[in-house]
DNA sequence: AGTGTATCCTGCAGGC
DNA sequence: TGCCTGCAGGATACAC
């Protein structure tokens, strides 16, 4: 999916379009996308205001008043799609009508996404489970470091699990440890400050440079309005398998684990510290 | 604690 | 053209 600059690139469209908005109705095409059933959501989101649209990690959140918060997680292939919009909306799950007559759209070909309506209370146990905002001043490298060092698991896992950092999927975890030359299995506690220190700005500025162009748009993302993202020229090692790295030329590499694939540059990123 | 595996679901690209 | 396989930005549950 959508990772955190793709969310927030739909967030800022959206924001606009349904900030004070009162939610007339939803209607809901594909139940699954749901928690709950379509009956108990639609009762609990009609009639209430959009007062803030914002973002955790990956997740789309509305702060909806009377007090309630709605979550939007797109899965891979998940759209939020104000109407009208640049590409239309080909597999609809969640129609969404506000009092200005205005349409929100849940969109998602593949239906791994979720669209749920949550207390107050509830939202706060989900938000509190997870990692610290990566672009958050509170989260720093020196914190990131102590924390990598009290866990084995591959680093590349590490960043992908959303209780450890919110919001790196994928792509940017493999383009961060690009950035800050290191191997995506090795475990995170076999890194040194420096390297988590590096991995750590790398996260940063990788994720902002992702936002300032829109979000990466490999296939299915679009942001509000429905338009492609211009980030995917600008990846480094992601989907490059046997394509020269651009800081040394040799062949970038595609590995298997965690179920995922993993790509990186045996020269640049090398699994063991190796004497030259 | 960590890992591999499978699952949800659809579509697309590539090989033959 | 058609059929097959593998692959996909995510998240979770399971057995070991």
Redesign the pocket.
């Known amino acids: 999916?959508?990772?955190l600059p793709?969310a927030e690139t739909i967030v800022r469209g959206l924001r606009p379009a349904l900030h004070g908005k009162v939610i007339s109705r939803a209607r809901v095409l594909r139940a699954?996308i749901l928690r709950t059933s379509p009956t108990r959501f639609r009762e609990r989101v009609a009639g209430r205001r959009i007062q803030h649209v914002g973002r955790r990690?990956?997740?789309i959140v509305m702060e909806l008043d009377p007090p309630a918060f709605l979550v939007v997680?797109?899965?891979?292939?998940g759209r939020l799609l104000t109407l009208p919009s640049a590409s239309p909306s080909?597999?609809p799950a969640v129609r969404f009508t506000l009092d200005d007559g205005g349409v929100l759209i849940y969109d998602d070909?593949?239906?791994?996404g979720a669209v749920e309506i949550l207390t107050p209370d509830e939202w706060e146990s989900r938000s509190a489970a997870m990692g610290p905002e990566p672009l958050d001043g509170r989260f720093t490298g020196r914190d990131m470091f102590a924390r990598l060092q009290?866990?084995?698991?591959?680093i590349r896992?590490w960043l992908?699990d959303?209780r450890r950092v919110a919001g790196?999927?994928?792509?940017y975890?493999n383009e961060a440890l690009w950035r800050a030359r290191v191997h995506p299995a090795r475990?995170?506690?076999t890194l040194t400050r420096k390297e988590g220190v590096a991995l750590h700005r790398a996260i940063r500025s990788v994720l902002l440079s992702a936002i300032e162009h829109g979000?990466?748009?490999?296939?299915?993302?679009r942001d509000a309005s429905g338009k492609r993202?211009n980030n995917?020229s600008r990846l480094c090692v992601?989907?490059r398998v046997r394509k020269p790295c651009i800081r040394c030329g040799t062949e970038i590499e595609?590995i298997?684990?965690?179920?995922?694939?993993a790509f990186l540059c045996p020269e640049c990123q090398p699994r063991e510290k190796h004497h030259t």
């Open positions: 999916m959508p990772e793709e699954d990690g990956k997740n997680n797109l899965g891979m292939t080909t597999h070909v593949r239906r791994f009290a866990s084995r698991s591959p896992s992908l959303q790196v999927g994928n792509i975890a475990p995170a506690n979000g990466t748009t490999l296939r299915n993302y993202g995917a992601y989907g595609r298997v684990f965690g179920n995922r694939s």
